[in-house]
């Protein structure tokens, strides 16, 4: 999981290097990223599982239908 210094956004990539990317994903500035820190991985962390029980909510209510 890396994080951007320049927008502040945090992010997995999905290949199998250890090497961190060199632009961010989001704002695309160059030599801005960095691995995140536990705190920025906790945090992206409780971020995606919110989102995953949002998605589940969702589908849920469309199954329903």
């Known amino acids: 999981i890396y994080h951007c ?4 956004y945090t992010f997995e ?20 990223v960095r691995p995140a820190t536990a705190e920025e991985v ?3 962390r ?8 949002e998605d589940g909510i969702a589908a849920d209510c469309v199954a329903r239908k």
């Open 5 to 8: 210094t320049h927008c502040r």
């Open 13 to 32: 990539i999905n290949n199998h290097t250890d090497r961190c990317p060199d632009r961010c994903p989001d704002c695309g500035k160059l030599y801005s």
């Open 42 to 44: 906790a945090e992206y």
């Open 46 to 53: 409780q971020i995606r599982l919110e989102i995953s029980r």
